[in-house]
């Protein structure tokens, strides 16, 4: 098992670029997230996804758009980047529902490794 | 992020106890988690409460009281390892789809 994977792990662009970054998951969770984090910030979460062929918004969603045509990918997409997009990108993922509250095996998100964006 | 506020630092010498706080808002409450992060690396799974109580795992153990909207995350026999950040997260919205993360507590552990 790879858990989740991201690619790439590095990436510089120049303002007004695009780029796709890609998460892969072979854990057949039913749930992805992509999240940024930026110093003093913690994570906050971009976009996540419930089941393949749906999405939704996070907390910070502008500038971003997501696609999840097969259910272990999740595809994060800047179409213009602004140098406010300089962060650190974590995917991951959990299992779906099972009905209570009370295994944490539900809620527990597998993180990738992340992949460091630069926007000059 | 959403009201979850945790120390921004901590310092503790190796072989000590530490013990790092957590609050939030309690309406919607779907349990609590706390991460370990590792400078450059990702977070990864610690534990998780739902109940009011003690969770002992190993050298950590995690509280949570429901009512007051409070956590924390005990660290025992501190190890220099232990320098990381540690997040609190709670799960919102309906089925906990999403969850908010704390802006963390970066820990160094000095010898």
């Known amino acids: 098992n790879a858990g989740v994977t991201q690619t790439p792990k590095f990436r510089v662009l120049k303002t007004g670029q695009s780029m796709t970054l890609l998460c892969a998951q072979d854990m057949n969770h039913e749930y992805m997230y992509w999240y940024r984090q930026d110093p003093g910030m913690g994570l906050r979460l971009i976009h996540y996804?419930?089941?393949?062929?749906?999405?939704a918004k996070g907390e910070v969603p502008d500038g971003y758009n997501v696609s999840r045509l097969k259910k272990q990918n999740f595809l994060l997409g800047l179409e213009s980047a602004a140098p406010s997009q300089t962060s650190v990108y974590f995917c991951?993922?959990?299992?779906?529902?099972?009905?209570?509250?009370?295994?944490?095996?539900?809620?527990?998100?597998?993180f990738g490794p992340g992949t460091r964006l630069t926007v000059t | 992020g959403q009201n979850i506020d945790q120390p921004t630092e901590m310092t503790a010498t190796e072989g000590a106890i530490v013990q790092i706080n957590c609050t939030y808002q309690?309406?919607?409450?779907?349990?609590l988690f706390w991460y370990q992060q590792h400078a450059g690396e990702a977070p990864t799974f610690l534990s998780y409460n739902v109940l009011d109580g003690l969770e002992e795992k190993g050298r950590f153990s995690s509280f949570l009281s429901r009512s007051k909207g409070y956590s924390y995350l005990l660290l025992k026999e501190l190890q220099m390892k232990d320098s990381a950040s540690y997040l609190c997260?709670?799960?919102?919205?309906?089925?906990?789809?999403?969850?908010?993360f704390g802006a963390g507590t970066r820990l160094f552990v000095k010898a």
């Open positions: 996804s419930v089941g393949e062929g749906t999405t």
């Open positions: 997260a709670v799960p919102r919205g309906t089925g906990g789809f999403k969850t908010i």
């Open positions: 309690t309406s919607g409450f779907n349990g």
């Open positions: 991951a993922s959990r299992p779906g529902d099972r009905g209570t509250l009370y295994f944490s095996s539900s809620y527990e998100q597998y």
